[in-house]
């Protein structure tokens, strides 16, 4: 499997994400940055947490219009995986990849803590190694982590199928609990907890690998 991480200035789980990847498929992904114009073949490309141009603006605008984001999108609509966490969530909301918005969390305050989450589905790349109504533990890290969509949308998301986790104890306001959800080939999967902080024992928790795990034995 080859994958490829998009790095934005203010990313800070690039490397983290790097690290889950090559301990999982043995071999490193491609850093690639977010000015340039190319993007190797790939399996997955990964959108990771950070503060992309420190969310001055509103978090993940201006990260969404970077020249990759242009390949990020081809390759999205020719089918290839596209993950996006936490401030790669909002990327993704931002570039119209996703449907909805990240929002400001219901307390105002920066939230970063272990919590429980629900798979919603296992009909994918990225939670066919997880059992459908499996409770898993990942971290959060955010402040603007509030999912919110119009009711048409939402209601569309809902039949869908496209929740693909839901917080157990919504830490931030999300419109029906909503942790992280996909496209609507479930080839795009945005979610705000971080698997790569939940890869490895010394993490307190391994609930995250399984992820990058089910990636792999997706994509064979």
Same mark, same amino acid.
């Given at each position: 499997?080859?994958?490829?991480?998009?790095? *934005?200035?203010?990313?800070?789980?690039?490397?983290?994400?790097?690290?889950?990847? #090559?301990?999982?498929?043995?071999?490193?992904?491609?850093?690639?940055?977010?000015?340039?114009?190319?993007?190797?073949?790939?399996?997955?490309?990964?959108?990771?947490?950070?503060?992309?141009?420190?969310?001055?603006?509103?978090?993940?605008?201006?990260?969404?219009?970077?020249?990759?984001?242009?390949?990020?999108? #081809?390759?999205?609509?020719?089918?290839?995986?596209?993950?996006?966490?936490?401030?790669?969530?909002?990327?993704?909301?931002?570039?119209?990849?996703?449907?909805?918005?990240?929002?400001?969390?219901?307390?105002?305050? *920066?939230?970063?803590?272990?919590?429980?989450?629900?798979?919603?589905?296992?009909?994918?790349?990225?939670?066919?190694?997880?059992?459908?109504?499996?409770?898993?533990?990942?971290?959060?890290?955010?402040?603007?982590?509030?999912?919110?969509?119009?009711?048409?949308?939402?209601?569309?998301?809902?039949?869908?199928?496209?929740?693909?986790?839901?917080?157990?104890?919504?830490?931030?306001?999300?419109?029906?609990?909503?942790?992280?959800?996909?496209?609507?080939?479930?080839?795009?999967?945005?979610?705000?907890?971080?698997? #790569?902080?939940?890869?490895?024992?010394?993490?307190?928790?391994?609930?995250?690998?399984?992820?990058? #795990?089910?990636?792999?034995?997706?994509?064979?």
């Amino acid at each position: 499997m080859k994958a490829a991480v998009i790095v *934005f200035p203010g990313s800070n789980c690039d490397r983290d994400v790097a690290v889950a990847l #090559e301990q999982v498929t043995g071999t490193p992904p491609a850093m690639v940055w977010h000015r340039d114009s190319a993007l190797p073949p790939v399996d997955l490309i990964v959108l990771p947490g950070g503060f992309s141009h420190g969310d001055y603006l509103r978090s993940g605008a201006m990260a969404a219009r970077a020249p990759i984001m242009a390949r990020v999108r #081809e390759r999205a609509a020719a089918g290839v995986l596209v993950l996006g966490i936490c401030n790669g969530f909002q990327i993704l909301t931002e570039s119209g990849l996703l449907p909805g918005v990240l929002m400001r969390n219901a307390a105002l305050k *920066f939230i970063c803590r272990s919590v429980r989450l629900k798979v919603e589905t296992a009909d994918s790349a990225f939670t066919r190694a997880y059992q459908p109504c499996e409770e898993v533990s990942i971290p959060i890290a955010h402040a603007d982590g509030n999912f919110f969509a119009a009711a048409d949308t939402l209601k569309r998301i809902e039949d869908n199928g496209q929740v693909a986790f839901r917080y157990l104890d919504n830490p931030n306001g999300s419109a029906n609990d909503i942790a992280g959800i996909f496209n609507e080939t479930h080839t795009v999967l945005g979610l705000m907890p971080h698997p #790569e902080r939940a890869s490895e024992p010394a993490h307190g928790g391994t609930d995250g690998r399984k992820m990058f #795990e089910g990636i792999l034995a997706a994509l064979g």
